[in-house]
């Protein structure tokens, strides 16, 4: 391992010099860019006077930082790499030789006992350290489960690997009862049990798989067949008015409104498609994505309709395939007809099951198309659209057909947002959304359905734990909103997995027929498209 | 056989798979086909040769409907006794319905799918029916299934014909050149084809793999009976393998004929060496010689015609007319070298057995040709 950086020794400084002089050279940019940003600050006083606030500790902090971390960096952080050669693996994941010596037994256990410990404790926590160290050991326990699952995953990563779709289903089918029994045993009691699911399963749950479902119904428009579409959103929003419309003026149940919010979206696929699918490449992304604002802007302004902006609410509840409900109140609610006590946990956990059942419709019926002649021929499509008209596939019709699988998920997925919210508006169909979803299914590599899940439980968990930061608080300030960051954070994220993995957490893609043994076709060969 | 029953103006209809009549081309000013007619014989294999420039790939372009030709008419016959006027159908049903297959001049695969997938692209049309447009399939009718399983069965076979039984998992684009090239052909018989239009499918090939592709050639013409198109650089595989040839220049036939009448053409040979005043004499002199034929392959005309790369499919005939009105006219003097010999041959005519096509005299000749009014197309020379 030494042989590989003496050479550097011998020829140039030594590392640790080299390593002050980039760190000059860092300090000095960051300064440079810094010393407006944060030096300086502009604020209101008590008699509403613009001033200058100064805040050149804070300044020297950050230049200091930097500078540490360009130091620490070169003088051995790239050594280290060079010696374990992790350059090699760009595409890979970490060596086994690192991994092996990160996730070590003891640690593990250590994490692990730690993690139980503060779970163990966690109610008497403020009261012991006082509410600032509380906040940090709550971090710190995250950071150990994180760990341990880390762990975990890297000891049992051949078994993973082999078996990762069914370990994947079963661990999303048994999370929401996972978490209730886990919270009803750590609080004693079911029904707080219940009361605290409604976070993890709503807010991480449902979210993440609202997220993965819409990616993936815009993995067979993007992925597959190489169309660049920035407005998926806006079928996402067909289908949620479909069902907002239709659920709140004329009483139908959402089991009849699901498929009409999916055909609708598909409709609105076929009519956006019809005159876009001769543009290409940029042209393509800059009407879709126009397609998507008009959308938004005639749900705004049709206000007969759609209300404007204020939306609509009172959407009707998903029922339990009409024989139970979830309204309290009604005489078939679910409480009532199990005896059970009343919670409103059982709506977000039918929700969740729901919407698991959406997304893995979703992926089974993308799995299965990519077998069939018309999948093929999307991804044939996006590989080279004039070879494909030279074999007399007809692009214009395989271009729409898969413009209107993927509106029509789009649609289901809306649908169910709708049900979920109880309450649509416009502002919940920005372009920013478009951009998410698509983000997701580049991050995850085109085309990958593991990937693109994997992308969006990184993405969305993120940034829905950004809210769970709370001992940032005490660091920044009270008025600091993590959350806030989180696009922040999206951004650099994805700078991140571009750098390390430019095709995606999957690069590789599964062929769809062989004749004696299915090769993974490496990413180095598929294109992405061109419109 | 003679040149003059290809030159008939009332041919033979059932012989003629393809039947090009009158055919120009034109991107703004710029000729690149200018009045072309020929026919391409039922099972046999023709070859359409010219320099760099010639027009042979906007040939191809024109009769598999990437362009719409600006004037004339390809007809195309089917087995079944139906016609198709190639000229009409939209892009995608020239395969679909007159059964009419190409291939690329830069190869184009779906090299991010494997080398089995690619020939079952081929087949889309086929089993998109046996799959009932996708809805059937979807639910897994065993009539989709049986389908599917014969469409692997017929890759296998040509598979099997192309040599890349052993690659055939891995993807396309991880193949060798000569294999992709092969693969691409293969890819093109998938889709049942009554004509095949090869794109110089020996460019870039080396010796062994060119000989691979003639026997695969040979064996295509032999066994299924598809008539083949080919455009070719390579004069060993045209004299080879090909019954009938045209010869293409600046847009215009130049020659039509057997292998032997065109090799021995001296328009065909002034076209491809280039033409000094001393020099036509020379390669006159030289006719048939086994050295000019070598030379006719290492030196097509690359300082007058376009480079090849200009030619390529750059998308639709109207996002690449850039060329300014009058570019072509203004080729420089002496350009078309056939042209030249035929100047010098009228001067001095020293081959009175010279014949004109039965093209109607009236008809003035395109600017392209106009600095030589004697600059039609002929029949080819014994
Ligand atoms: N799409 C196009 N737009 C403008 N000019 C073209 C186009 N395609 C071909 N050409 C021109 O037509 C001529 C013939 O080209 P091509 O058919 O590719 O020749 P060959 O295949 O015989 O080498 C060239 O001068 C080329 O520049
Ligand atoms: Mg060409």
Redesign the pocket.
Known sequence: MAVSVSPERDTVASPVQRALREALFAGAISFGLFVLFIGLKTDQNISNQLILVQRWGLLITVVVLTMLGRFLYIAYGQPFMASQKVTNVATGLLPASVASRFFLLPAFIAAFVLAIVLFAFNNSLPALVGDGLAGYLQFLRALAVIYALACVIFYFRAFIHANFTKLGISALVLYPILVVVVLSLNAWSITSGLQGSLKWVDNFGIQILIYVMLAWGLNIVVGLAGLLDLGYVAFYAVGAYAYALLGSQYGLSFWILLPAAGAMAAFWGVMLGFPVLRLRGDYLAIVTLAFGEIIRLVLINWREVTNGSAGISGIPKVTFFGLMTFNSTDPNYIGKVLHIAQSSAYYKIFLYYLILALALLTAFVTIRLRRMPVGRAWEALREDEIACRSLGINTTTTKLTAFATGAMFGGFAGAFFAARQGFVSPESFVFLESAIILAIVVLGGMGSLVGIAVAALVMIGGTEALRELDFLKSVFGKDFTPELYRMLLFGMAMVIVMLWKPRGFVGSREPTAFLKERKAVSSSFTKEGHG | MTANAIQKTNPDMKDAILQVDHLS?K??G?I??GDLSFQAKRGEITALI????????????CITGF?KPSEGMITLNRADGSSYLLERLPNHEIPARAKVARTF?NIRLFSGMTVLENLLVAQHNKLMKASGYTILGLFGFSGYRKASAESVELAKYWLEKADLVDRADDPAGDLPYGAQRRLEIARAMCTGPELLCL??PAAGLNPKESLALNSLLMDIKKTSGTSILL?EHDMSVVMQISDHVVV?EY?RKISDGSPQSVRTDPRVIAAYLGVDDEEVEAVLTEVGDEDVIEQLDTGPDSAH????S??????P?S?????SQGE?VTVSKGASKAAQYDTRANSAPRKPSERLTAKPAGKSPKPAAAKSPTGKPRGGRK
């Open positions: 081309m991107f703004g710029l690149a086909i010219g320099p760099n420039g010639a027009g042979k790939t906007t040939v191809f372009n362009y001049q794109d110089e455009i293409l847009g015609g376009p480079g090849t200009s030619s390529y499919l750059a998308g005939v996002d690449t007319i850039g060329h072509r």
